[in-house]
């Protein structure tokens, strides 16, 4: 791929937001009704919507690469008694799962592994509750590996008959998806409470009700990159976000503020528009992991030092990416230096972007990371639709903002 010279410009379009669409798809299901608007094209909502309207004797349900699908469908399918196998991707067998299943086993689930403890897949035996009826269950729960298993466990609280109380252990990362699961909780009728290190949910069943899905943020970042990157003058347009969000992604706004990249915005949506860029900055990931890539990629090909903090969930993603950005931003002449105690560091370099290919590790977020580099000079990204999983319509976009893109075999 390779850029035609001009400066960006025009408008581009982006996918709803998959976290939002997944949450929203568990809970109308347990709602039984209600109309969902721009549910995501992504491959993990659209195996989600699959996978939901399988017969309740479907024998196995493949959750793929798809982390909210494996974890959320797993404490969807416990508490309504299915007996079921739920298995993924050789890379989700290396993603664990125990903190949920232990919650789950705690409130009466009947879960086994069938391979490695801890790891799906896992054979879901039915509920067997073991509940006081009067009571809400109580149930510590790690915070530091995945809020997914939080998201999870909250979404389900209010099938229990005494709604649940979640006690946070640890560091809690991804906090903003755990508030994201409380609002759209709330906009279906569940009642929920988040008061720090305890989460309530009353055992209030959810009622049907319609939502639009916002667009998605973490998307937005791949345009915020290339605004940064482009020939200066250079803007894009993006419809469907809004200014009062419930996705942590939007944080790319602050970021990318202090990265060249000001953001206007208007009852459409955004306008970025490209502005010089700061002296080096510090930021702390804990809160929107996925934005990590991104910006890593943007400040070394800026040439602006940055130190990040808060990677510690990416090693346990689609494919380690510490790893795999450390291996892809030396191609280039870039590095995310370890400097130990949670910091990482990518350094002012010769960074030069001249016919390299770019690994992507069945990670979608490697792909559209490294794309916008290709407004600095020849490009190859291999295994392209990987970004199915999260923007499938990504390179259609491109070509139409002015990437030429040409496939090999
Ligand atoms: O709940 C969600 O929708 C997500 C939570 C985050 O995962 P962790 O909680 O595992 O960090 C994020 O990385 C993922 O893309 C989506
Ligand atoms: C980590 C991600 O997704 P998940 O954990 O849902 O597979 C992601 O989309 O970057």
Redesign the pocket.
Known sequence: MRWQGAPLGGSAQLPASK?ES?RALIIQALAGGGQLRNLSDANDTELMQRLLAEPATAPKLNAEDA??VMRFLTAYLAVTGRQVLLTGTARMRQRPIGVLVDALRELGARIDYTEQEGYPPLQLQGWVPELNEQEPAELSVRGDI???YI?ALMMVGPQLPGGLRLRLTGKI??RP?IRMTQSLMQHFGGQCRDLGEVIEVRPQAYHAADYTIESDWSAASYWYAMVALAPAGSTITLPGLRQHSWQGDQAIVRIMAQLGVATEFSEQGVTLTQVPVGSGVELDFTDC??LAQTVAVVAAALGVPLVLTGLE?LRI?ETDRIAALQTELAKFGGALVDEGAGRFRVPVAAFQVAGQTVETYHDHRMAMAFAPLAVRGPLTVLAPTVVRKSYPQFWKELRKAGFEITEQA
């Open positions: 976290s997944n982390g909210t995945s809020s997914q998201s990362g991804s998806y992991p996925d969930s993603k």
